[in-house]
């Protein structure tokens, strides 16, 4: 047995991982034009979100997946009903990333810019 066969849930998770950031970097460079911070912040912030937010595989929860996929393959094979769990998932995550950017909005002032006359 190689090291990759003992490890491939990590080195799924290390790939994907690596996969998403440079899904986010080609994300931040897309959304650099938009010039209103709160709604560059935002569209940011849900990348991020839909991307990196993790939840149970399945009913065993020592494998975990992507929400996102896990949402999506809950509501195509369980239907609506019963195939939310990835999407609570992804609501709380959205939730704690909107009260980040509302605390960071407070804090974290923008330097005004200098009139030129």
Same mark, same amino acid.
């Given at each position: 047995m190689s090291w990759?066969?003992?490890?491939?849930? *990590?080195?799924?998770?290390?790939?994907?991982?690596? *996969?998403?950031?440079?899904c986010c970097l080609f994300w931040w460079k897309l959304t650099s034009w938009i010039k209103n911070r709160g709604w560059r912040d935002l569209l940011r912030g849900l990348a991020v979100v839909i991307i990196f937010t993790p939840w149970y595989a399945g009913d065993s929860p020592e494998f975990y997946a992507p929400a996102i996929v896990v949402l999506l393959m809950d509501l195509l094979l369980e239907g609506a009903r019963s195939g939310m769990n990835g999407g609570v998932a992804l609501l709380f995550s959205s939730f704690l990333m909107l009260i980040v950017l509302t605390v960071r909005q407070f804090v974290w002032k923008e330097p005004e810019a200098k009139e030129t006359s």
């Open positions: 990759i066969e003992n490890n491939e849930y *990590a080195v799924a998770w290390l790939v994907y991982f690596l *996969a998403g950031l440079g």
